[in-house]
Nanobody, 127 residues
Framework: QVTLVEFGGGSVQAGGALRLTCAAS????????MRWFRQAPGKEREWVAA????????YYADSVKGRFTISRDYSASTVNLQMNTLKSEDSAMYYC????????????????????WGQGTQVTVSS
């Protein structure tokens, strides 16, 4: 079993930055892929970014590429999402998810099954 806890959300003005952190505990050795998703009210959940833990390869949705950076802190068992140049359309509940499957291609990064989810952290960007 793996437990994920996200933190770091908040309110920021457009153009600002936030750093989200996902802390993993439990049987983390079973995890191969970590991802961030987001869901705005009335919209479907959207994949944001992924990192393959075997190689630290990263993948991004086109909507955040160049603005967001996903990274792993191995010693702290955390995965971070640095979000820069935030836009109002980035406002959403952000969730981290862990997969036992690898995500060594963009297709897998988007489509692998998520075995564990965090409870989410709210990001609000005001224009």
């Amino acid at each position: 079993q793996v437990t994920l806890v996200e933190f770091g959300g908040g309110s920021v003005q457009a153009g600002g930055a936030l750093r989200l952190t996902c802390a993993a505990s439990g049987n983390t050795n079973s995890i191969n892929c970590m991802r961030w998703f987001r869901q705005a009210p009335g919209k479907e959940r959207e994949w944001v970014a992924a990192i393959w833990l075997a190689t630290y390869a990263t993948y991004y949705a086109d909507s955040v590429k160049g603005r967001f950076t996903i990274s792993r802190d191995y010693s702290a068992s955390t995965v971070n999402l640095q979000m820069n140049t935030l836009k109002s359309e980035d406002s959403a509940m952000y969730y981290c998810a862990a997969s036992r499957e690898a995500c060594g291609t963009r297709y897998l990064a988007v489509h692998v099954t998520s075995d564990y989810w965090g409870q989410g952290t709210q990001v609000t960007v005001s224009s």
